[in-house]
Antibody, heavy 117, light 111 residues
Framework: QVQLQESGPGLVKPSETLSLTCAVSGYSISSGYYWGWMRQPPGKGLEWIGT???????YYNPSLRSRVTISVDTSKNRFSLKLNSLTAADAAVYYCARQLSNYFDPWGQGTLVTVSS | QSVLTQPPSVSAAPGQKVTISCSGS????????VSWYQQLPGTAPKLLIYDNNKRPSGIPDRFSGSKSGTSATLGITGLQTGDEADYYCGTWDNSLSALWVFGGGTKLTVL
């Protein structure tokens, strides 16, 4: 059974960089599939941030592309998200998920990120 | 403003049937598979329907999906109070570059 778990700081200062990691268990990332990051501001809908293939190819939301980097570490079976120049608008619950071409399954439980000085 | 349009809310009584629409365009729904996600209060989204109308293992057949042209529909029959949740559609969009898009979400209330 594939499981994903996000981790990272719950509080980040404005203008700083958010770094989150998604640990995958029950499946080896190097075996294939895509791996994605989404976020959900409080009380709002889901927003796709980006996706990485196990080989390292990436796809980013154009609205965030200039600030986002997604990377994969197959040796540790995890993938990561970096989002720089944070503002209050980036406060959200951040989710990671496995992407099987046309859908996301399963999802991690999510991690809440607050942006405040 | 989401690329995929969903009604903000729907409601129905227990035991009844409800449908949730997801409207898009030829650059997304019209030429790609649609998936649906259920988000119970305070939890992460969960895959409900994939490839327009397929149910993952463990999802009851009360949940169904369909697609016609540039619109998709999620149907739920035999409504239960436990179905109260937010529902999201999602698909790829190929308008400029490959990107994934979600609908704005629909809040289902079981009266």
């Amino acid at each position: 059974q594939v499981q994903l778990q996000e981790s990272g700081p719950g509080l980040v200062k404005p203008s700083e960089t958010l770094s989150l990691t998604c640990a995958v268990s029950g499946y080896s990332i190097s075996s294939g599939y895509y791996w994605g990051w989404m976020r959900q501001p409080p009380g709002k809908g889901l927003e796709w941030i980006g996706t990485i293939y196990h080989s390292g190819s990436t796809y980013y939301n154009p609205s965030l592309r200039s600030r986002v980097t997604i990377s994969v570490d197959t040796s540790k079976n995890r993938f990561s998200l970096k989002l720089n120049s944070l503002t209050a608008a980036d406060a959200a619950v951040y989710y990671c998920a496995r992407q099987l071409s046309n859908y996301f399954d399963p999802w991690g439980q999510g991690t809440l990120v607050t942006v405040s000085s | 403003q989401s690329v995929l349009t969903q009604p903000p809310s729907v409601s129905a009584a227990p035991g009844q049937k409800v449908t949730i629409s997801c409207s898009g365009s030829s650059s997304n729904i019209g030429n790609n598979y649609v998936s649906w996600y259920q988000q119970l209060p305070g939890t992460a989204p969960k895959l409900l329907i994939y490839d327009n109308n397929k149910r993952p293992s463990g999802i009851p057949d009360r949940f169904s999906g369909s697609k016609s042209g540039t619109s998709a529909t999620l149907g739920i029959t035999g409504l239960q109070t436990g179905d109260e949740a937010d529902y999201y559609c999602g698909t790829w969009d190929n308008s400029l570059s490959a990107l994934w898009v979600f609908g704005g979400g629909t809040k289902l209330t079981v009266l």
